[in-house]
């Protein structure tokens, strides 16, 4: 599948702002004088100096994964102001996102002092079991309650009061049925959280948007140390779930409570340890005690958003190379 739009800036910028981004990015690019072709997880975006202008166009395997592209075009030239004048070929103009969908609330239930696990149904999210770990929930401003986001004539999304309007965090699948149609997510406990907040009054049978997937996979490699504090608990649980058995390494959680220390599916070869919040040992103390193998090997680090910035100097500093390590940060204070 494919669409395309012109840009109303010089070939030169549009090839060197998308050639920048692959580069950041670690994705495969071929450039020459004319032309940029970047290729990405979700397809291939291409730049041309045509008679009539510069045409960027995107091709992908499936409708979801075109427009996330698509979005992601439209992000990075919204950064320099060049992103209203996009008019794609393929618009679908009045349907819902692509990567939307709109589910029903099975269940909300509160597994421990700092969770509630979430229980959402819909024959969508089939997709949810494969391509990114991560999706976003929709909450829409008060007065457009009950309204979606839209595809305009132009091919850009129309959000309900505008797009900053929306809250749109980020959570992670715990759980997915795909044939049944069942995803399952948990919902750290905050005070002042909207989804909190939400957790506490939403009522089995309402409807609730979601967009993805999208995100990190689960990681490849024989040997794997994972660093998570409680907000990336549900991501670690299911890369431990997903590793093959003859996977050895660590994972190390953070919990704030001793009642929310869960039982995880791992491989035998990989320990796991919990630390409580508040203790003598933190997550920074944990990664500074690993014990790196010489190959084969993947870090990943979740957190505080302080406590990453630290841990991407270490990770770099001990001489691993970019794809043996990954560094998030969930939350900042």
Known sequence: MQTSTQLKIPSEQAIGLFFNEALEHDLPVERDGVSLRVTSPYGEVHISDENNGVRLTISAPDSTKLYVLQETVDH????????????????????????????????????????????????????????????????????????????????????????????????TTRFIDPQAGILEFDVFIHAGGRVTDWCRRVQCGEKIAITGPGGEWHPAAGWLALFADETALPAIARMLEAAPESTKGQAVIVASHRDDIQTLAAPEGVSVRWILRGGKETLPDALAGMNLPQADRFVWFAGEKSEVVNARKKLSALGLAKHEWRAAAYWMR
């Open 76 to 171: 990075i030239l919204s950064e320099i102001g060049a992103a209203d004048s996009l008019n794609w070929s393929a618009s679908r103009a009045g349907s819902l996102p692509a990567n939307l969908c709109i589910a029903t609330v099975e269940a909300c239930t509160r597994i421990s002092p700092s969770y509630y696990r979430v229980r959402i149904a819909d024959p969508g999210l089939e997709r949810f079991a494969r391509d990114g770990l991560h999706f976003r929930l929709l909450f829409g401003p008060q007065d457009h309650a009950g309204e979606w986001p839209t595809i305009a004539e132009t091919g850009r999304t129309l959000w309900p009061g505008g797009a900053d309007a929306w809250h749109r965090p980020v959570y």
